[in-house]
Structure formats: C-alpha cells, structure tokens
C-alpha cells in the first residue's frame, strides 16, 4: 500500500544511510540499530547494550562514569549490561574497540514505550485530527521517536532500518504515531521525565504476522503454513534466485511507471478491446496478481442537460498510489498519496457536452493498486443537485511498459501479511532493548476471526514478554465504533473480535482503552487520536505509575434472571449513568429461541436492569453488539464507555 518511490527510496538511499553512515556504526564496530543519538532509554533499569564487532574483539562501552569491556564472540556479536540510571541531563554513550568508535549524543533517561500494530497505531500526528494546531504546538523535546522501517522476513533478522531518533518539536512531530504521541504528552506532563516512542507499525496487518514463529507454530490453524514459511526461507539457493530477480526487476520498475505516458486520455480514443473492472476494487484482486506500474481507467457517463456549462466536481475516492485525472480529455487534477482521497473541480469550459469522458492513469508501486476506497465516494455532481455514481464497471489497462516489465517476482511468502514475517523484521531486532511496556492498535485486519484472536492476542503478549524476559505492561485499543449503524439486533464479527480482545484482560499488567463512542462510521481511520491516547495513558498512569487517576468505564461482570428482568452487574460501576442523559440505549434481549430483541434498560444502583415486553423469559443480554453501535451511552463516573459485551456465548 505504500507509494513506491518512498519504498524504493527508503531501502535503496536511507535503509543504506542507515546501516554506512549511521552514528551507531564505525568501519567495522556497530551497534544494535535502535540506539542513536537523541535515544532514550529505560530509567531505572539495568542498561543491555549489544551489537556487532571483529570477532574476539574486545569492546568497551561507557555511559557517564560507567565502563564495561566485553569480548565480541566468534561470530562478532557482543552484549554488555550497565548499572540502571535515573533522569538526569543529556549524556553521551561511548562505545569503543581497535575497529573504531561510537558516540551517541543527546541520550535521556525516561520512560520507553513500544508503539505497534496496524494502521490505526501508525497513523501519523499530520493525518490524524486538528493537525495544524497539534503540531503548531508540538514542542516537548523531552519526547522522542524513533520509527522501525516497515519490511518484513521469513527468518528472524538483527537488525531494522529506522527513521533515527527525532526530539518531539513543531518540525518533527507530525511524523510521530499519533496515538502514541498523546499518550506520550500525557505521561511526560503527569510524571516530567522523557518518554521515548518506539514505533513499529504497518497498517493493514494481522497479528499472526507479529507473533514468532516457534510460538506461532503451536496454534493448529498455523503449524503447516509455519513449517512452510521456515522452509522456504532455509532454502538458500532458491533466496539468492530470487533477490537477483527481485534487484532486477526494482531496477525496470521507475522506467515502467515514469516513462513518457501512454495517450490513453482524449475523448475519442477507442477502448472497446479493454478489460471490464470493478471500481473501486483492488486491481491485484481482479486480474492483475503482483503487477506495480501503470494502468489506465476509463468511463463514459451521460450528464442531464441542465448540467453542461456549469462547475463539475468529480470525486473518486483513494487511488493507490498516484493518479492523473483526465475529463473530456483535459487534465483536471492529480494526488500522490495511497490513502488520500480525490476530490477535484471540472471548469465549465471542459463541461461541454451530456457525453462525459473520464480517464485515470494510475501509478501503483508496492502492495495494492488501482482505484480503491468506498464506493460512495465515486461521484460527479453539480452544486444543488443529487451526485451521479462513478462506482461500477470501467474500462482498465495496462500501459505497454508495465506489461513488459510483469508482475515483480514474489516468494512464496513474502507479503506484510505473512505470518511470522512483522516479528521477525520488526520486532526481533528490538529485543532486549528495555521498555516499561507495550500500546497496540490492532484487530480490524483480523475482524472476521474473533473466535482465533481469543488465542492469537495472548499468544502474542506471552510471547513477546518471554522474548524480552519481563513482563513488562501491555495496553491495547478495543477496535472503535465503524460501518453504518444497524436498525435491528444481528450476530457482529467485530463483536466477536472486540471481546476477544476483553477477554485478554485475564492475563496481568495488561489494560483496554475502550473507545467505541469515538470512532468513525464512514472511517476505518477515525482522526480522532487525542482521546485514543489519553485513555490509554490513563492505564499507564494508574497501574506503572501509581498515580490516583481512573481508567475505566463499566465492565461487565456478571448476570442475574428476576423473573422478566435481567439485572446485570459490572466492575468500574462507581456512578452508573447514561452519558447524554437520555435512557440507555442498545441493550437487547432474547430467550430460548435465541432471538434478540431491543430492551429498554434502567439503572437502580449499581446495576442495569434489562426487559422487553417481546421477551417474557429471558436468558441473554447483549450491550452494543454490532460493528457500529450508534447511541450506546452506557458510562460512569469517569465519563469512559462501557465495554461492550454479551451473556451468552452462542
């Protein structure tokens, strides 16, 4: 999904800056690739600082007036542990051996948090809301971030390409995983010590991609694709093959998308011998497996009358990467960007005829192309009018260059997707760099499999902290409120997965920010990231912290049967009440049959009452089960939302 010049730049320019010319490597001493200048790490807490040297090298590392010698080992790895430090001024790491020396400059002492998950977790400060205030006013220096490029391997790898440390200020912040940067802004403001931010994010992914893979092997569902992925990867003559392609085919890719472009846009051109696609629709899901390069769209429309001569708009969603507009043959607009939508205004003098003529030369360089996003926002439309839908069937080809170059040479198992393949790239490199915990914003790309991630999210929490051998804290997102809201009770898959991840909560030092009253209906991506950061730092603060702050909405724990009423018990239930003051809202009920019905739902005390008049016998309650529970309000003092959650577990 992302643009292909920033991938190919990133690995080709920065990801070679950063293993040759990074301040943590010096001719042939180098240290693990998290540590840098303007770093934090972990107060309090003994110090493991590793890397690479000459074999049988002798290194010294010295932090203030500490100093350590280590041997490097036969195969040049090396690893020492200093004495825990306190905040304090900025320091430097020294880092020494007869191959050359390291210093890193503008170290602090804080509080380290890891930021991971999909999209929702890398979403950026620039994207996410009131981003021209945000960072107008994003000056804390005592916050820092550091980005994990985004790869991924099918073996575990040592070290990870990253953005470097970058001290928090109007200049950089905007780069920052909102999320994590109010939770960061609320921690520093409470406890005025540094907090630095590890982000290793990739939107879109499962959490099968950022388990191990010897853990990962034990779960049933993923034993053979495991023992699959290990294989391959062992396979060494069938890697070497396949990155000489790969380089080979990296080097045709710019030629194929920026070459001159092909005249596939005036009116008259004749695309009667195209392909028919859906639009909007992932071109690698309709034909077109593994193809990056350029491939142009058409569509022909009929406009009333009354429209010709007027300002057109034309809307068409996101286009993944970038995109050339064309209407009745004149250019009218063009974005770079996977995730922005494109909106752009037709003059009056290209608005001629009721015979519209529409062309889109699409430039996509890595993961999915074409014309994608919501159907809904594939319009043309005049003001004061109902718009006419662009979504449907187009006209789509190739250009001559993208068809030669081919689709690039893939793996078996090489996507962001594979499991296994995001630990491995992203997160083994970190460990044992020392954290007090973990935020995570992941679930919507496992939405379907509530059921799995009932084993899957523990696993990877268990296994995480035997990796780093401390159970260090883990806090996580309940997946927000999203899709049109329902008029009637129906069985939700996100649900499923949003209880899935309650259920998590039994294992320790773990905590969920509920937020199912701040998403976004149309929206996978709500903008709204303060809130979403605050509420999990109100975790950290009370449970690492030990400051007197409340963290929680109600949480359901328990039911009773009173004859044609449910009376429900929670946890958190110190002030029970409906957020807008109105009656409570999306609770439902059913009996045996198993049908569920909206209940009306009072509060006496410390409990709901749940009755339907349709329901004389009941036997289940259910409180905001569905994607996008539109009016649940159930809350308590805190003003935090209620959990949702079921009594029965049909």
Avoid at 17 to 33: K, Q, R, T, Y
Avoid at 214 to 236: G, S
Avoid at 245 to 274: I, M, R, V
Avoid at 586 to 612: L, M, P, S
Wanted: aromatic share 10%; with cysteine.
């Amino acid at each position: 999904m992302q643009f292909f010049q920033r991938v190919l730049f990133l690995f080709s320019v920065v990801g070679a800056f950063m293993f040759f010319s990074s301040p943590s490597i010096a001719d042939g001493l180098e240290l693990a690739s998290v540590f840098g200048d303007n770093m934090v790490i972990q107060r309090d807490a003994p110090i493991t600082v590793w890397g690479w040297a000459q074999p049988n090298e002798a290194v010294t590392v010295s932090l203030k007036d500490v100093r350590a010698t280590v041997n490097a080992g036969e195969d040049g790895s090396w690893r020492t542990v200093l004495p825990a430090i306190s905040v304090g001024d900025p320091f430097e790491i020294n880092v020494g051996s007869n191959s050359g020396s390291i210093e890193l400059r503008n170290v602090l002492a804080g509080e380290v948090w890891i930021c991971s998950g999909q999209s929702n977790m890398e979403w950026t400060v620039a994207k996410s809301g009131d981003p021209q205030n945000e960072i107008a006013n994003g000056d804390y220096p005592m916050i820092r971030h550091v980005k994990i490029y985004n790869t991924t391997k099918t073996s575990p790898q040592l070290r990870a390409a990253n953005t470097g440390w970058s001290v928090c200020s109007p200049q950089t912040v905007g780069d920052f995983t909102a999320v994590g940067y109010y939770f960061a802004r609320r921690l520093h403001k409470d406890l005025q010590v540094p907090i630095g931010l590890v982000n290793t994010t990739w939107g879109g992914t499962v959490v099968e991609a950022w388990i191990e893979g010897r853990v990962l092997r034990d779960h049933p569902d993923f034993t053979e694709v495991v023992k699959r992925i290990e294989a391959d990867a062992a396979d060494e003559e069938k890697a070497a093959k396949f990155s000489a392609q790969l380089q080979q085919w990296k080097k045709l890719l710019p030629a194929a998308a920026y070459g001159p472009a092909e005249a596939y846009h005036p009116t008259d051109f004749d695309d009667s011998d195209w392909k028919t696609i859906p639009v909007p629709a992932y071109w690698e899901n309709k034909g077109y497996k593994g193809v990056d390069g350029v491939g142009w769209y058409r569509r022909k429309v009929t406009i009333p009358q009354s429209w010709v001569g007027k300002p057109l708009t034309i809307s068409l969603g996101v286009i993944d990467d970038v995109d050339a507009t064309y209407v009745n043959g004149n250019k009218v607009g063009g974005t770079t960007g996977w995730d922005i939508e494109r909106v752009y205004e037709i003059d009056p003098s290209v608005n001629t005829t009721t015979d519209v003529s529409i062309a889109v030369r699409v430039i996509d360089g890595n993961g999915g192309g074409g014309m994608v996003g919501d159907r809904k926002k594939y319009t043309l439309s005049v003001a004061g009018e109902k718009p006419m839908s662009l979504a449907g069937r187009w006209k789509m080809r190739l250009e001559p260059a993208t068809e030669k170059l081919g689709p690039a040479p893939r793996r078996s198992y090489t996507g962001h997707n594979t499991p296994t393949g995001l630990f491995n790239a992203m997160v083994n490199p970190l460990i044992p760099f020392k954290a007090q915990g973990v935020i995570w914003y992941q679930g919507e790309s496992n939405g379907e499999r509530g059921k799995q991630y009932q084993t899957l999210f523990p696993m990877l929490i268990n296994n995480w902290r035997d990796k780093w051998q401390d159970e260090m804290s883990f806090y996580w997102v309940q997946l927000a409120n999203f899709q049109p809201a329902s008029d009637w009770p129906y069985d939700s898959k996100w649900a499923e997965l949003r209880e899935a991840q309650s259920m998590t909560l039994s294992l320790p030092k773990t905590g969920q920010a509920v937020i199912i009253d701040i998403g976004d209906a149309r929206n996978i991506h709500p903008k709204n990231k303060q809130d979403v950061g605050e509420r999990l730092a109100r975790h950290a603060l009370a449970k690492d912290y030990g400051k007197p702050i409340k963290f929680s909405g109600p949480f359901y724990k328990g039911f009773e049967v009173d004859g044609s009423k449910v009376r429900i018990s929670f946890d958190f239930d110190e002030g029970l009440r409906a957020r807008d003051g109105q009656p409570l809202k999306r609770f439902e009920i059913a009996g045996d049959d198993r049908k569920f019905h909206w209940a009306e739902a009072t509060i006496e005390g410390d409990e709901v009452v749940v009755t339907c008049e349709k329901v004389t016998a009941p036997v289940a309650v259910r409180y905001a089960w569905a994607e996008n529970p539109e009016g649940c309000n159930l809350t308590n003092e805190t003003g935090l939302p209620a959990s949702p959650f079921r009594t029965d577990s049909w």
